[in-house]
């Protein structure tokens, strides 16, 4: 139940911040949409000496943790896909340096959500202590993100508040 509760909130932040990953997102489609350029990317990568294991793969919108594993991925590969917009003219959906910082920071909020979720999911179950310690740090780090000057984290900050305390305010 709280694995489903967590789901809620981070769903209600990602509707907001939709804008700000679509051009990865896009990227990844892109760099996905065949073997050829598959390819061309492992290539890019080998080329690069980026070490890292892996694959690119594309989200499902309405599973947020796939979106937060589709932006550690390609972040990790942000330097493939700048080296590969030089050598393709037909990539035109390379995301501008701020919309990789978006990215970075989004990445980086979700984080939390992600561990707690594995936590909450985990098949020993956690004892409440564990449980009403990680909802308070949940809590206390949306708190934070409302002191960001970054206005698209604060807007996510917001819709995620609300659907916190419409479950966990008491």
């Not at 051009?23 to 598959?38: G, L, M, N, P």
């Not at 959500?113 to 780090?141: A, D, G």
């Not at 917001?158 to 419409?166: G, H, I, L, P, S």
């Given at each position: ?13 990602l ?24 390819q ?82 985990n ?22 993100w ?21 479950y966990?305010?008491?």
């Amino acid at each position: 139940c709280a694995a489903h509760i967590l789901n809620l909130i981070v769903q209600d932040g990602l509707s907001v911040i939709g804008e700000s990953i679509e051009k990865v997102r896009d990227s990844v489609i892109f760099w996905t949409a065949s073997t050829k350029k598959r390819q061309k990317f492992e290539e890019t990568t080998q080329q690069l000496h980026v070490k890292c294991q892996k694959e690119l793969v594309l989200d499902c919108k309405t599973r947020w943790n796939s979106t937060y594993m589709m932006l550690s991925t390609a972040l990790v590969y942000k330097d493939v896909f700048f080296r590969l917009k030089q050598r393709d003219s037909s990539y035109n959906c390379m995301p501008s340096e701020e919309e990789w910082e978006i990215a970075k920071e989004i990445c980086g909020k979700l984080e939390l959500f992600h561990s707690v979720t594995e936590l909450f999911s985990n098949t020993s179950s956690p004892t409440s202590n564990t449980y009403f310690s990680k909802i308070c740090e949940i809590k206390i780090t949306l708190g934070d993100w409302y002191k960001t000057s970054n206005e698209v984290i604060r807007s996510m900050a917001y819709r995620m508040f609300e659907k916190f305390d419409a479950y966990w305010d008491v």
